[in-house]
Each structure stands twice: as structure tokens, then as C-alpha cells.
């Protein structure tokens, strides 16, 4: 059975930083895209940022503060969100996206199969 476990939110002053961690079991992934989502309060989820098998990045134009990486020997993504700021403030969730062979895009969440449970990061003002 897959699992996505993240790990890292929390409550952080304006200007904070914190490491979000999302750790796969059940299967190994390093040959998957994998991605960060957040859904801010009454809004749709929308794509944060994504790592592909090769380790290509990619990031939503208004997180440039923050670095997606993973460990494939621990089957595990990490997203390092810098100066954080309140409009920041979301329910992240961790994905297994497309295979590396896929021209699916990395964006959209539709493309990815299996999603964690979401872990709260509030920026307070």
C-alpha cells in the first residue's frame, strides 16, 4: 500500500523558514516526478513545485523562495520554503507525478496518482 507522509508544517513568523519533508512507502518512486501542492483558504490547490527523476526543477513563479529536492535512497521530497510570507499560508501536500518517460505536465495535479495528507503552514504577519 502507498503512503505519502509529510512532515514539517507548522507556524512560522513572516520572514521564517521552514522544511517540508514527504516520505514514500510502499513503493519506491525514483523514477517519478514528484511535486508539492498547497491549497490556500478558499481557493483550488495549485501547483508549488516539482523535481523529475533526473532532478530537473521546476517552480510556480511566485515561490522563488523556495527549493524542492529529494533523496531517493530514502524515498523522500523535500520542499525549503524561505522568507516565507502570510499569503504563504496553505495545506501542502506532497504527489507522485508522471514516470520519467511521460510528457504529462508537472503542473497540473490531474497528472499525478498518489497525494499525502496535507500538512498546515501558517505565516503569521
Known amino acids: 500500500q502507498v503512503q505519502l507522509v509529510e512532515s514539517g508544517g507548522g507556524l512560522v513568523p513572516a520572514g521564517g523558514s521552514l522544511r517540508l519533508s514527504c516520505a514514500a512507502s510502499g513503493r519506491t518512486f525514483t523514477r517519478y516526478t514528484m511535486g508539492w501542492f498547497r491549497q490556500l483558504p478558499g481557493k483550488e490547490r495549485e501547483f508549488v513545485a516539482a523535481i523529475r527523476a533526473i532532478g530537473d526543477t521546476y517552480y510556480a513563479d511566485s515561490v522563488g523562495r523556495f527549493t524542492i529536492s529529494r533523496d531517493n535512497a530514502k524515498n523522500t521530497v523535500y520542499l525549503q520554503m524561505s522568507s516565507l510570507k502570510p499569503e504563504d499560508t496553505a495545506v501542502y501536500y506532497c504527489?507522485?507525478?508522471?514516470?520519467?518517460?511521460?510528457?504529462?505536465?508537472?503542473?497540473?495535479?490531474?497528472?499525478?496518482?498518489?497525494w499525502g495528507q496535507g500538512t498546515q503552514v501558517t505565516v503569521s504577519s
Open positions: 504527489a507522485v507525478g508522471p514516470p520519467y518517460y511521460s510528457g504529462a505536465a508537472y503542473y497540473t495535479g490531474t497528472n499525478y496518482g498518489y
